[in-house]
């Protein structure tokens, strides 16, 4: 019923940038929870950050906390993580999720229900 696509992957030198975007289609966008996961070589998918319906809560994993903000347009359709100073150890294939939900305030780290097809980031040292 929710169909997700990522973009906004690609190649960067450590401490560069970059700003990825998922796209949402399906039932009203602001009931559903927003999330970034990511999944690197070899390890298991890890949560990086989440943001409440309503766009007032956010939550972030340690390892990104004050390099990472997570954004949403309801009006779009639209979820952003824009990453900063980016390090090696980010490297990993990057995906959104959704998470149905009736409280708008809620911006949890798991319990996803829906997933997009992932985009790799590669930064390189």
């Known amino acids: 019923q929710v169909h997700l696509v990522e973009s906004g992957g690609g190649l960067v030198e450590a401490g560069g940038s970059l700003e990825l975007s998922c796209a949402a289609s399906?039932?009203?966008?602001?009931?559903?929870?927003m999330g970034w996961f990511r999944q690197a070589p070899g390890k298991e998918r890890e949560f990086v950050a989440a943001?409440?319906?309503?766009?007032?809560?956010?939550h972030y994993t340690d390892s990104v906390k004050g390099r990472f903000a997570i954004s949403r347009d309801n009006a779009k359709y639209t979820v952003t993580l824009q990453m900063y100073n980016l390090a090696p150890e980010d490297t990993a294939v990057y995906y959104c999720a959704a998470r149905e939900t009736t409280r708008w305030d809620m911006a949890p780290s798991g319990g996803y229900d829906y997933w997009g097809q992932g985009t790799q980031v590669s930064v390189s040292s």
């Open positions: 943001i409440s319906g309503s766009a007032f809560n956010t």
């Open positions: 399906g039932p009203t966008f602001s009931r559903y929870a």
